[in-house]
Structures are given as C-alpha cells and as structure tokens.
C-alpha cells in the first residue's frame, strides 16, 4: 500500500513537472520519459504487473491506430492525384510511426 503511494505520488510529481516545464520538449520524448520513470519506480511484483498492463493496453491502442491509418491510406479519397497521393503518404507514415512504437513497448514488456 505504501509503495503504490509512492509510485502514485512519483507520476504525479514527474507529470508536474513535465508540464510545468519552461523548456519544450517534444510529446514522444516526454512520453518515453514518463514510462521510464513507470518502469523505474516499479519495485513489488503487483506494481510491475499494473506496469505491464498499462503498457499492454497502450500497444494495443497503438497497433489499432496503425491498423485504422493503414486501411486510410488505401482507401481513396477522390478529388485531385497529388492531394490524395499525398494523404495517403502522411497515413502510411503515421501507421508506420505507431508501428514502431509498438515494437518499443514490446521491447519494454519482455526487459519488466
């Protein structure tokens, strides 16, 4: 009970500081951040299993917004070749982006 007060209080304080920042840092590297502080914090095996999980559910999440940027990047949109050429580029890359990220979480799921 004492150490999931402490792992809660550590995320608030670390979520303070991130966004109360005087410095711009970009979403991905505050979102790594923040997983790093989860992962390090978590000591008992109950706080690594919630850690699991979270980062579970957030691959997942993940994994179907590439999936759903996928099936938008091949479907056609009509009006001009470029313009739809173009959109269907910034999916697939999207899609790709969250792919990657999902292999991360991977990777952090199989070293917790």
């Not at 000591?43 to 919630?50: D, S």
């Amino acid at each position: 009970m004492k150490s999931t007060r402490i792992l809660t209080s550590l995320f608030l304080l670390a979520f303070f500081l991130v966004s109360n920042s005087n410095f711009a840092i970009s979403e991905e590297t505050e979102q790594k951040l923040m997983e790093k502080a989860l992962i390090e914090s978590a000591v008992t095996k109950e706080q690594k299993t919630a850690v699991a999980n979270y980062l579970r559910a957030v691959s997942a999440q993940k994994a179907a917004r590439a999936e759903e940027l996928r099936e938008l990047s091949k479907r056609s949109t009509g009006g001009k070749f470029l313009a739809s050429k173009a959109q269907s580029d910034r999916y697939r890359k999207q899609a790709e982006a969250l792919e990657r990220e999902v292999e991360r979480y991977q990777i952090l799921l199989n070293e917790l």
